[in-house]
């Protein structure tokens, strides 16, 4: 698959570059991007939800009425779960939600995620993108000019994390900012458009191993 490569004043160059077909080019595994969007939303679970139990909450544990004789049941403190003001009975608890996903897995899953972005013609190729200051407003023309200020989601990896850039970019609600280190499986299937920079292409593929 060849991608035009596009100047940061959306002019194409008319240069052309090919993308690897071990990267951008096999058969999505959608199981294998399922386990990782997991474990990465279960990642971001904070878990520190917690109720308390009868031997935590405040109340007296004086009997309240006599074992026997009153047509009841047996009552023995204010704390039973069974009266208002009582503990919870199998209450949540704080724990860690995340679980393992095996290297080669999360790796072909982001192979998996790339492939099917370019599958669907998601990817641009930009000239490398550069700013001398952090400003969001050299940023948001950049994006003018590439048409992509279309309020839609655009993903921009870089070859190397530019300050510029990731300041410029970060008061954009819909534009995300990443190395190819820092790429993962849940941000890819939740662009709408994947814009590599010609380092970023390259330290990607750099990245899997793929030799030219």
């Keep these: 698959m060849e991608l035009s490569v596009y100047s940061i004043k959306g002019v194409d160059t008319g ?17 294998v991007m399922y386990l990782d969007v997991k474990q990465y939303l279960a990642n971001q679970r904070q878990g520190t939800h917690k109720a308390k139990q009868r031997n935590e909450v405040s109340g007296t544990t004086k009997k309240l009425k006599k074992q026997k004789g009153t047509g009841g049941a047996r009552a023995g403190s204010m704390k039973s779960p069974v009266f208002i003001g009582g503990g919870r009975v199998f209450g949540p608890e704080p724990r860690d939600y995340g679980f393992k996903v095996n290297k080669k897995t999360k790796r072909l899953a982001r192979l998996s995620a790339l492939s099917t972005l ?9 000239e490398d993108l550069t700013l001398d200051t952090p400003k969001t407003k050299d940023f948001l023309n ?16 870089t070859a190397e994390a530019d300050k510029n850039v990731i300041l410029s970019a970060r008061n954009l609600q819909k534009i995300t900012v990443a190395t190819p280190v820092a790429l993962n499986t849940h941000d890819l299937l939740n662009t709408d458009t994947l814009l590599l920079s010609e380092n970023g292409l390259k330290s990607l593929e750099k990245f899997y191993n793929v030799v030219e």
């Design 142 to 157: 950049i994006l003018v000019d590439l048409k992509l200020n279309n309020g839609k989601k655009t993903l921009l990896v």
């Design 15 to 31: 240069r052309k570059v090919e993308l690897s077909d071990a990267i951008f080019g096999i058969e999505p595994n959608e199981h």
């Design 118 to 126: 370019a599958k669907e013609g998601k990817i641009s190729l930009v």
